[in-house]
């Protein structure tokens, strides 16, 4: 049984895909979509030993290994030509580091057909580095699970623009409104005002931190209506 985070994530890998998770822990996710033959075939890669002996017992316990694939590299070096991977999932990370394995492999990204990222913070440099890299987003949620917001984007090969809003907030976001997004943004607007209301107290209501997060809730409000 995956996370809700997780089963979200696994929920826009298409039926058939060739799979490379990377920053793969457990494998909790392609042992999951194989389990469920919703794929045939899996790389799963990590950066450090230990974790990759986590992929190797998961493995070993559903008798994966034929198709599941454990790879000791860095980021998207874990996947060689011949595994012939249509869609990429990188899960579980900051958003910085996405984008730098994203930008360590991208003389081969374009290859991917789908990239399914959920970053736990920086989801603006995220869909940031989507649009300067030739990629569109197709879908987009937020899951709340655990008590955290879980931000997931899907992206195919693709030009174009998004303004400052759409990368803070997400295009598709914005116009789904899903409800653990809504939450979110509410949450971090009342979080802002009691920062405020601190800085207010201590009469720093003229410094540029006050007028910064006054202009962060104005940006809030605005999405929130
Ligand atoms: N993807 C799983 C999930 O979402 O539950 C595991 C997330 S775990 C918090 C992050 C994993 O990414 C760690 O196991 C770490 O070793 C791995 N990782 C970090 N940087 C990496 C890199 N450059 N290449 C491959 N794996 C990396």
Do not use: C
């Not at 198709?67 to 910085?96: F, S």
């Not at 991917?112 to 913070?121: C, G, K, T, V």
């Not at 879908?139 to 195919?156: K, P, R, S």
Request: aromatic residues 8%.
């Amino acid at each position: 049984q995956l996370s809700r985070r997780l089963a979200t994530v696994a929920s826009y890998v298409p039926d058939g895909a060739r799979l490379a998770d990377i920053g793969s822990d457990h494998a909790y996710l392609p042992a999951n979509l194989l389990l469920n033959k919703r794929i045939s075939f899996a790389i799963a890669g990590e950066v450090a030993q230990g974790p990759l002996d986590n992929v190797q017992h998961e493995i070993n316990r559903h008798r994966l290994g034929d198709v599941l694939v454990p790879r000791l590299a860095d980021g998207l070096a874990a996947v060689q030509p011949e595994d012939l991977i249509d869609t990429v999932t990188i899960a579980g990370m900051g958003g910085r580091l996405i984008a730098q394995i994203l930008t360590a492999g991208h003389a081969d990204v374009q290859r991917y057909q789908r990239l399914i990222l959920q970053p736990n913070i920086d989801i603006d440099v995220v869909r940031t580095w989507l649009m300067d890299n030739g990629y569109q987003l197709t879908d987009e949620t937020v899951v709340a699970d655990d008590g955290h917001f879980y931000e997931i984007l899907v992206a195919v090969p693709g030009h174009v623009t998004y303004d400052k809003q759409a990368l803070q907030f997400g295009p598709y976001n914005l116009v789904n409104r899903p409800e653990a997004w809504l939450t979110k943004w509410q949450r971090e607007y009342e979080r802002i005002g009691v920062i405020m209301a601190k800085l207010a107290d201590a009469n720093k209501q003229d410094t540029p931190a006050y007028q910064e997060y006054q202009a962060m809730q104005r940006d809030i409000a605005e999405v929130l209506g």
